[in-house]
C-alpha cells in the first residue's frame, strides 16, 4: 500500500484549521491566522506520525488529550483554566457534531450491506467497521453529562455574546502618548473624583508602563499609591500635574486610594458611533479587570451618556 504523507498532512491541516476557525466563531475569540495555521499543523503532525515507528504509547488517550490541549494553547492561548476548558470543550464538541455528520450522511448514502457476526461487509466485499451501543442504560449514562457539557459551553458562548455588545474602543490621549484598549460599558460603575464630580473611568496600569516609572506599578499593585503621591517631590515625571488620588471603597469596605490621570481627552467608539469626553480621570488598576483579556479598561455609563 502506497501512503501519500504529504497528501495526508494537507487534507488534515484544512479540517483541523476549518474546526479551528469554527471554534474562534462559536466562542467570540478573536484570533490570529498564523496562530491558527500552526495549530492545525501540529494536528495534521500527530496524524502524520501514525504512519511511522514510533512507540505505541503517544498514540494513547492521555497523549491525545495533551495533544488537543496544546493546540487550543497554540491557537488562543491560555488566559485562565477556565477559559481554556471552555475552548477545549467547544473544540471538542465541533469536531464530534462535524464528524457526526459525516458518519451520518455515509451512513444514509452509502449501498446496501450484510451485516454478518458484528462485521458490515459491502458489495464490493470491504469490511467496515461498525459502531455498536451495548444497552439503553449506557446510552442513559452517557446522554446526561453530555448534554450538561453541551449546555455549559455554549451558555458560556451566550453570555460572552451578551458582553461584547457591551464593549467599546477606548483612545486616550495625553499630550502626545495615545493609548489603546478595550473597555467594558458598566453601569454600576459609579466612581467619582468627589471635589470635582469628575467621572472615573478604571483602567488596567499595564497599558501604561511605557510611560509610568517602573516603581510606581508595583506600588500600585500592591495599593501603596500615597507614597508615589508624597515621593513627587524628587521625580521627574513630566505628568505631575495630571495626576490625582480618588478615594473609593474596596471589597473589604475599607477605604482605599486608586491613583488617577487626568487626560486631554478620552474618545469611545460603540456600535459605529463615537464619543469624546474631556471630564474625565483615568484610574489606574494593578490587577487585571478581566482574566481572559477581552477587556483593559472600565467605561464610566456617564461618558456614554455625556456623548
Not at 496562530?35 to 497523549?63: D, E, H, K, N
Not at 467608539?269 to 463615537?274: G, K, L
Request: net charge neutral; glycine share 8%; proline share 3%.
Amino acid at each position: 500500500m502506497v501512503v501519500y504523507a504529504d497528501l495526508i498532512f494537507l487534507l488534515n491541516f484544512l479540517i483541523d484549521a476549518a474546526l479551528l476557525l469554527v471554534t474562534a466563531k462559536t466562542r467570540k475569540i478573536a484570533f490570529s491566522w498564523w496562530r491558527i495555521a500552526l495549530s492545525a499543523a501540529l494536528g495534521a503532525c500527530y496524524v502524520v506520525m501514525m504512519f511511522l515507528p514510533i512507540p505505541p504509547l503517544l498514540f494513547t488517550f492521555s497523549v491525545k488529550c495533551m495533544w488537543c490541549i496544546g493546540m487550543i494553547m497554540t491557537a488562543f492561548g491560555y488566559g485562565s483554566l477556565q477559559n481554556l476548558l471552555r475552548n477545549v470543550g467547544t473544540f471538542l464538541v465541533v469536531n464530534f457534531v462535524v464528524a457526526g455528520g459525516m458518519f451520518g450522511i455515509h451512513y444514509v448514502m452509502a449501498s446496501s450491506s450484510d451485516v454478518m457476526r458484528g462485521m458490515v461487509f459491502t458489495q464490493s466485499g470491504a469490511a467496515v467497521f461498525q459502531v455498536q451501543v451495548g444497552s439503553v442504560v449506557f446510552v442513559l449514562l452517557l446522554m446526561a453529562p453530555l448534554i450538561w457539557w453541551f449546555r455549559t459551553v455554549f451558555q458560556s458562548a451566550k453570555q460572552r455574546e451578551v458582553v461584547t455588545s457591551y464593549l467599546a474602543e477606548v483612545t486616550i490621549h495625553v499630550g502626545e502618548f495615545i493609548a489603546t484598549c478595550k473597555g467594558l460599558i458598566d453601569t454600576g460603575n459609579q466612581l467619582y473624583d468627589p471635589l470635582t464630580r469628575t467621572p472615573v473611568m478604571v483602567m488596567e496600569v499595564a497599558e501604561w508602563g511605557e510611560v509610568l516609572p517602573g516603581s510606581w506599578l508595583q506600588r500600585i499593585r500592591s495599593a501603596d499609591v500615597d507614597q508615589i503621591i508624597n515621593g513627587l517631590g524628587g521625580d521627574d515625571f513630566a505628568w505631575q500635574d495630571r495626576l490625582r488620588l480618588v478615594p473609593y471603597r474596596g471589597v473589604n469596605r475599607n477605604t482605599q486610594f486608586m491613583l488617577a490621570i487626568k487626560p486631554d481627552k478620552v474618545v469611545i467608539t460603540h456600535n459605529q458611533t463615537q464619543m469624546e469626553a474631556t471630564k474625565v480621570l483615568i484610574g489606574l488598576d494593578g490587577g487585571k479587570l478581566c482574566s481572559d483579556g477581552t477587556y483593559q479598561a472600565i467605561i464610566h455609563p456617564a461618558l456614554i451618556s455625556a456623548g
